[in-house]
């Protein structure tokens, strides 16, 4: 409850800073202004908000900035005696101010949202999962149905299957995956030693989250330069009472969360169930 009070009156703060900065930005900024030099501060003010407002995107805010202060500095040398250069100068200054605060309280506003929304996304693919019926999901072996399912239900870009051979001596890549396009996985040696962290998390019956195109180099002989993995979740898949495979899902979006593990586990537990009564 206090964090909530804390962000709330946060909020309301950034908001009253920006609003009482840009007032009093642009009553300094059209000080002793008459006729056309007034619309020429106002369009100056303006460009001084938006330099503040994309203060983070400096090649997009330097030059607005530095329109805004051409336009400032023209209007005073065709008008030298309409106010006060300095005190005009001081007033673009906190418009900019203005503008930055009131970016930073949008921005983060924006977040909060789409953080919410996220959440809420997750628990109703939880909610989904947990009240549907695994045998609905695909035919038992089915294993292309499986992994979809899975990434459906996780929010994946990419997702693909490995199961154990028949001499449980290798991880062999499943032909039924999603959104791997030219990329082709590499069956794994599973060995005692010497195994990434990533199979080695597996063959202790231990989820592996990773981040970036590094989390998945051991699965492929070779990634492509256009491929940008922002988070990967690789989860094992006990059959019976052994570990006959893993679920690898990727996401090109954020990382995954410790909902989304899970999820992706509880969904691989059904999975592996389904294999084993086939």
Same mark, same amino acid.
């Given at each position: ?179 791997? +396009? ?43 330069? +256009? ?30 969360? +410790?909902? +989304? ?18």
């Amino acid at each position: 409850m206090n964090s909530i009070k804390a962000l709330l009156g946060y909020r309301i703060g950034a908001s009253a800073a920006a609003v009482l900065l840009v007032l009093a930005g642009g009553s300094l900024n059209a000080s002793g202004r008459e006729g056309w030099a007034t619309g020429v501060a106002a369009l100056a003010g303006v460009l001084a908000v938006a330099a503040g407002v994309t203060w983070r995107t400096w090649r997009l805010s330097v030059p607005i900035a530095a329109a805004a202060l051409v336009l400032s500095l023209l209007s005073a040398q065709s008008n030298p005696r309409q106010g006060d250069l300095i005190l005009q100068l001081i007033g673009l200054l906190l418009l900019g101010e203005g503008g930055a605060v009131a970016g930073d309280a949008y921005r983060d506003f924006t977040e909060t949202i789409q953080r919410q929304a996220r959440e809420l996304q997750q628990k109703h693919r939880a909610f989904l999962a947990a009240t549907s019926e695994s045998e609905s999901i695909a035919a038992p072996g089915d294993m292309g149905a499986l992994t979809t399912n899975i990434a459906q239900q996780v929010g994946a870009d990419l997702a693909w299957c490995y199961l154990a051979s028949a001499d449980q001596r290798q991880f062999v890549p499943q032909a039924q995956g999603i959104g791997l +396009d030219h990329m082709h996985p590499a069956a794994i040696n599973r060995r005692q030693n010497g195994t990434g962290p990533l199979v080695a998390a597996i063959e202790s019956g231990q989820a592996y989250a990773g981040q970036g195109n590094g989390s998945l180099r051991e699965l492929f002989a070779y990634l492509p330069d +256009d491929l940008h993995v922002q988070g990967s979740l690789a989860v094992p898949m006990p059959i019976g009472d052994r570990i006959g495979g893993f679920i690898v899902l990727a996401s090109n979006v954020a990382e995954f969360t +410790d909902d +989304d593990r899970r999820l992706a586990t509880t969904l691989t537990l059904r999975a592996g169930a389904q294999l084993a009564s086939a």
